[in-house]
């Protein structure tokens, strides 16, 4: 595949720029942007346009932006809004490829505002330019002495990528930045994103490979496919950290009047970045530490920290807070303790935290340090020292950095107190190890760093649509759904609910509807005493609130008597209410039995999300300890969803009852997952209660809330997170009689898909890569096999070897920014070309492009590569030079 640059490159890479509304009016924006780039030093052309003067600073100006005699990269326009949508028109004329849009009086502005951006809109995609902003800060990229802001001031060149809804905070952390020597590769102020969103810099970002670290502060999201997509590309990439606002709902609509953006339900955004494998900072203070923790490449591996303290004090404060947020301490080694009895006081804590007493001197703490550094039980370690009449803070901060350069564990250091300390925090600061002032903001960068951990591996679980168990009844599910909707129904009845779920085989117990006192004996009789009675009501949510609900009724004459009474008592609460009738199921006797319930609500940004907590009357009482995770769920995603509540200790052994089946639980937390992807009418669900014991789990009862979606192309279109794409997997036989099984690509395939490529020859490697790889690296095999098939799709075709998959050729697409062409490439092996293998791995991509709603594909290839060339005319491919290589082919597939 062609090795191109980025499409947003022109516009973090100009080489020309003109600035709009350029002036020497003092405290102007057109002053202050002409002075920012007349003082970065930047190499390229500058042109100023301002027709009310013919030179700005004793440089020419133009009086339009058509006068230019060059074709521009970037127009930053600071003219007042209604100028706007005209200037945007001349750029696009003139052949401009990109404008920075710094005014506000847009859509935030009103209805008048909003037909401007309108308008600006319109103009720039009729001449395929690009637009940042309205209402930004504009863009820096410090390393190409680029400064194309109206902040003050400019930013070092470093590693870490900013990009902010807000620029506002893009000044302030600038201003940190400076003087605590932290740099930036880009800074990127989005304004109103109403053409270039978060989703496209973070793609640009991920490319980019002065980039190393993403740093983003986000008020609300547009498009939750396409920013989750951009999420899970670059995390798998880079360490991104994250701020969000508008997480109480009075910050909420602040956030929606400043950027015109929704803001969805604040545990699902979190559900939604631990899957992404992003870290959620709560303030700036924590971005400003965790920018000076990355800076210093501070890598994670886990969750488990080591605290040494001089003051029991400050070292129990650690350990709460640790504990409030879910940081376990290190169970340390029994041979670490042995070796810290022998090296320190009789008197020392003999657990951690590791008090290691008042009159600790440097040498004391070097010993501590150095036992847990070496102890593999610890992923980290937190050092505090409180001066003390023996402690000697500087030579202990010294002692403390030898150690932390032998060693690759993270260590965070906090030194409490002023006047004695200063010294040691330049040297900390010196030697890049995050230092503190209080052990709390200490223990929550480690929890960042060790999050971002944990998230990278969440990130990598791809999956299936379908879990791999018995299949569901699929057809059986929809046709109950199709007949409530064909009735004009939203609400599923408890028995057109429990239906669903047995479809997709969640146990659950069985229910009948009676419509009279004497049916519902005769049904009691036949399902066996004794027997649970409900009200049947689309109307009625809280059965047991209307006096609608009757429990282990034993006899047939109690049967009779309670139908009676439900229906007097419900008609007393309930007059409005309709009622179906009474529905009877078997009382579950489960002595042992927990109450849990599992749900799914639509959030309006990230679409179905899972909810599952403490069931029965006490979910609303419990609401708060409540795990949501977005589906498609696995084991491994199941395992962190259940981790992160508190309801799961009491799933243990709790009261004298054994611990409850946990493979129950997790089998129903899948089948509802699979349910959610394969059913996008559903809008809501409650199992409540689900009741698990040792023996299993049995859904009690079930409301299911369906609405009419439209038919879209995709199949999960509904679903934030494309799931893995088994019904595209199919096999056939080659000539010679070998097993080919052509399936689209997991994670998993990473080892495969190496030694694939080691294994090519030379000239198929050169023809593939357009350069003399010989393997390719880690980086890009994680891009190669971690795709998010909402926009990228690549196939592997497998035989097996010796009981072991082996790689015999590769196809892949990705979606252009258009939305409407992809690019492809394909690579088969040596022993296997000519054997009609590339054709069949061709037909199934160009068939799945198709179906996914492309119209275009096109790929590049050399001009001597005369096999391929009259292989891709042989399906239908256009052939022409090059635009911009002769050396160059390209072809171009109509698909629809």
Known sequence: MHNERHYLHTLFEPESIAIVGASETP????????????????????????????????????TAVDTIPQRLDIAVICTPAATVPDIVDACGRAGCKNA?????????????????????????????????????????????????????????????????????????????????????????????????????????????PRTENIFLYIEGIKNARRFMSALRAAARCKPVLLIKVGKHPAGEKAALSHTGALVGADDVFDAALRRAGVVRLANVGQMYAAASALFSHFRPRGKRLAIITNGGGPGVMAADHAADIG????????????????????????????????????????????????????????????????????????????????????????????????????????????????????VDLFSHISNYY??????????????????????????????????????LNEMESKAVLAAFRIPIAQTVVARSASEAMVLAEELGLPVVMKVDSPNIVHKTDSGGVRLNLSSLAAVRDAWLEIMDEVKRNRPDAQINGIAIEPMIQKPNGRELVVGMMRDKIFGPTIVF??????????????????????????????????????????????????????????????????????????????????????AVDARITI????????????????????????????????????????????????????????????MRFMNTIREVSPAQLVRLTQIDYDREMAFVAIIDADGADKEIGVVRYATNPDGESCEFAIVVADDWQGKGLARRLMGILIDTARSNGLRYMHGDFLAENSRMLAFVSSLGFVLSTHPEDSGLKRGVLVLN
């Not at 349910?675 to 559903?682: A, D, G, K, R």
């Not at 509904?718 to 088994?726: F, N, T």
């Open 100 to 208: 920075i849009i710094i005014a506000g009086g847009f859509a935030e502005a009103g209805p008048r505002g909003a037909a401007l951006e309108r308008a600006t809109r319109e103009n720039a995609r009729r001449h395929g330019m690009r637009l940042l902003g309205p209402n930004c800060l504009g863009i820096m990229r410090p390393g190409s002495q680029i400064n194309l802001t109206f902040g003050h001031g400019f930013a070092h060149a470093g590693t870490i990528g900013l990009i902010s809804q807000s620029g506002a905070l893009c000044t302030a952390i600038l201003d940190w930045a400076l003087p605590n020597k932290v740099g930036f590769s880009n800074v990127v102020s989005l304004g109103a994103e109403s053409d270039v969103d978060f989703g496209e810099v973070l793609d640009y970002m991920v490319s980019d």
């Open 707 to 766: 609405e009419n979606t439209p038919i879209t192309a995709g199949r999960y279109d509904h679903m934030a997170i494309h799931p893995y794409p088994s019904q595209l997997k199919s096999s056939f036989q080659a000539k010679d009689g070998t097993q080919v099984t052509i399936r689209p690509i997991k994670p998993e395939d990473v080892r495969m898909e190496q030694e694939f490529v080691k294994a090519l020859s030379p000239e198929a490697r050169y």
């Open 454 to 491: 944990r998230n990278r591996q969440l990130l990598m679980q791809t999956p299936p649509s379908i879990s791999e168990q018995a299949p569901p009844r699929l057809e059986s599910a929809r046709l109950v759904i199709e007949t409530a909707l064909m009735e004009g129904r939203k609400v």
């Open 27 to 62: 405290n102007s924006i057109g002053v202050t942007l002409v002075r920012n780039m007349l003082d970065s030093g930047y190499k390229g052309k500058l042109f100023f346009v301002n027709p009310k003067h013919p030179t700005v600073f004793g440089q020419q100006s133009y």
């Open 613 to 698: 907590g403490p069931g029965g009357t006490s979910v609303e009482a419990y609401s708060s300890d409540r795990a949501v995770a977005l589906p498609p769920l696995n084991s491994v995603l199941v395992a962190d969803m259940l981790a992160s509540t508190r309801t799961t200790a009491r799933l243990g052994e709790f009261r004298n009852m054994p611990p409850v089946n946990m493979d129950a639980i997790e089998s129903v937390l899948l089948r509802v997952s699979s349910m959610v992807c394969e059913l996008p009418w559903i809008s809501e669900m409650d199992i409540n209660p689900l009741i698990v014991d040792e023996h299993g789990a049995v």
């Open 327 to 442: 940081i376990p301490l290190a169970q340390l080694d029994p041979a670490t303790f042995t070796r810290l009895n022998e090296l320190l006081p009789a008197t020392w804590s003999k657990s951690n935290p590791i008090d290691i007493l008042g009159d600790a001197d440097p040498t004391r703490y070097g010993l501590a340090l150095q036992a847990c550094i070496d102890d593999d039980h610890v992923d980290g370690v937190l050092v505090i020292l409180t001066p003390q009449a023996m402690s000697d803070p500087t030579q202990a901060a010294r002692t403390v950095i030898e150690i932390a350069r032998q060693s690759d564990k993270p260590m965070v250091t906090c030194w409490m107190g002023e006047e004695q300390v200063g010294e040691a925090r330049k040297l900390f600061k010196g030697a890049a190890i995050p230092t503190f002032r209080t052990p709390e903001p200490a």
